[in-house]
T-cell receptor, first 109, second 114 residues
């Protein structure tokens, strides 16, 4: 079983739509979680950290459910510029981040 | 200067060549990483250096040899690579703090082995 699993997509949504991604992790000892965004042929960049209480940054909301070992990302009012691959990341205590394979989002006009 | 800088950005090498990838971070971080990203595959952790000491070697073939001379610099020495080693090699750094260790990435070196 992969340590961090994501639906690869692609998710094709119209502008203005709300889209949600889920991610599951297998290591219950994982301590911290992140969502990264990666544009085509570019490096991953931190989108937001994920806290147990949930956190929001503008149109983006991240949630963590430790009991079920899943993380979610909600994007409201999608923009064309949101088109990218979204990487779910867990810090598994091995002194490095473990990445999911990413979920591709394509926002269409 | 950007936070994490990698050189070269692109590299084409033959299977008998020896080359090195360089990474430099200007963020004052104490941990550095090499990741490999092949087409349609997730990022794979290769090596971790914490306080200049290698703390993880993720079953990487010996044709990849890392070097961390100080906390700001990280190298990946390459020799006798195979075509399947063609990938994007990403360097990252972080400040190791219990519970929250977001990483910052360089732009990567796109390697093609011919």
């Amino acid at each position: 079983r992969k340590e961090v699993e994501q639906d690869p997509g692609p998710f094709n949504v119209p502008e203005g739509a709300t889209v949600a991604f889920n991610c599951t992790y297998s290591n219950s000892a994982s301590q911290s979680f992140f969502w990264y965004r990666q544009d085509c042929r570019k490096e991953p960049k931190l989108l937001m950290s994920v806290y147990s209480s949930g956190n929001e940054d503008g149109r983006f909301t991240a949630q963590l459910n430790r009991a079920s070992q899943y993380i979610s990302l909600l994007i409201r009012d999608s923009k064309l510029s949101d088109s990218a691959t979204y990487l779910c990341v867990a810090h598994t205590g091995r002194r490095a981040l473990t990445f999911g394979s990413g979920t591709r989002l394509q926002v269409q006009p | 200067e950007t936070g994490v800088t990698q050189t070269p950005r692109h590299l084409v090498m033959g299977m008998t060549n020896k080359k090195s990838l360089k990474c430099e971070q200007h963020l004052g971080h104490n941990a550095m990483y090499w990741y490999k990203q092949s087409a349609k595959k997730p990022l794979e952790l290769m090596f971790v250096y914490s306080l200049e000491e290698r703390v993880e070697n993720n079953s990487v073939p010996s044709r990849f040899s890392p070097e961390c001379p100080n906390s700001s610099h990280l190298f990946l020495h390459l020799h006798t690579l195979q075509p399947e080693d063609s990938a994007l090699y990403l360097c990252a750094s972080s400040q190791e703090v219990a519970g929250n260790t977001e990483a910052f990435f360089g732009q990567g070196t796109r390697l093609t082995v011919v």
